[in-house]
């Protein structure tokens, strides 16, 4: 069984930073891609950020600049530096893990339960 657990959402003023963690735990042995999605109300969920275990990143065009992801393999960890935080970027943002390789199976897709980024103007 492998879990992701976020942490580091809140409630931040237009301008403002907040950084989100989001740490794999389980028979691990490797993870392929992690990255954070995003869900505001009434839309669908969409990716904010990906990276992969060779350090290859992608971003949304809507936080380039703003937004950094990064990650530390040992620890099966991953980090969104978000900055310059805008009222639009308020959301439900969810931890995925793609390619998780345990020691009994190969899991696809993982899912965290989600934190709650709100950016007031």
């Known amino acids: 069984q492998v879990q992701l657990v976020e942490s580091g959402g809140g409630l931040v003023q237009a301008g403002g930073s907040l950084r989100l963690s989001c740490a794999a735990s389980g028979r691990i042995l490797s993870i392929n891609g992690m990255g954070w999605y995003r869900q505001a109300p009434g839309k669908q969920r969409e990716l904010v950020a990906g990276?992969?275990?060779?350090?290859?990143?992608n971003y949304a065009d809507s936080v380039k600049g703003r937004f950094t992801i990064s990650r530390d393999n040992a620890k099966n960890t991953v980090y969104l530096q978000m900055n310059s935080l805008k009222p639009e970027d308020t959301a439900v943002y969810y931890c995925?893990?793609?390619?998780?390789?345990?020691?009994?199976?190969?899991?696809?897709?993982?899912w965290g339960q989600g934190t709650q980024v709100t950016v007031s103007s």
């Open positions: 990276t992969t275990s060779g350090g290859s990143t």
């Open positions: 995925n893990a793609r390619g998780v390789l345990t020691t009994t199976r190969i899991m696809n897709d993982c």
